[in-house]
Nanobody, 116 residues
Framework: QVQLVESGGGLVQAGGSLRLSCAAS????????MGWYRQAPGKQRELVAT???????RYGDFVQGRFTISRDNAKNTVYLQMNSLKPEDTAVYYC??????????WGQGTQVTVSS
């Protein structure tokens, strides 16, 4: 079993920045994807950003250059730098570690609240 521990959420004013971190309790293998998803009240969970172990990234359409995902493979950690935050970014942000058809782990979520 792998635990994912997220940190860095909180309350910020519109236009501000936050940096989320997610650390996996152990390494499973060298080929996987780590990423961030979010879920706002009454809405479906949606992709924010993912990054493969090789560094290939993917972002949700709403990001529009405001967020940057990165990872430190040696520390089994993924980061999400969020700039120019908007009130509509308010949600619970979840970390995910996965390898297609093999495994999928989720963190417990961290609240991000952006005030106007």
């Amino acid at each position: 079993q792998v635990q994912l521990v997220e940190s860095g959420g909180g309350l910020v004013q519109a236009g501000g920045s936050l940096r989320l971190s997610c650390a996996a309790s152990r390494s499973i293998d060298s080929i996987n994807t780590m990423g961030w998803y979010r879920q706002a009240p009454g809405k479906q969970r949606e992709l924010v950003a993912t990054i493969t172990s090789g560094g290939r990234t993917r972002y949700g359409d709403f990001v529009q250059g405001r967020f940057t995902i990165s990872r430190d493979n040696a520390k089994n950690t993924v980061y999400l730098q969020m700039n120019s935050l908007k009130p509509e970014d308010t949600a619970v942000y979840y970390c995910k570690l996965s390898r297609e058809l093999r495994y999928e782990y989720w963190g417990q979520g961290t609240q991000v609240t952006v005030s106007s």
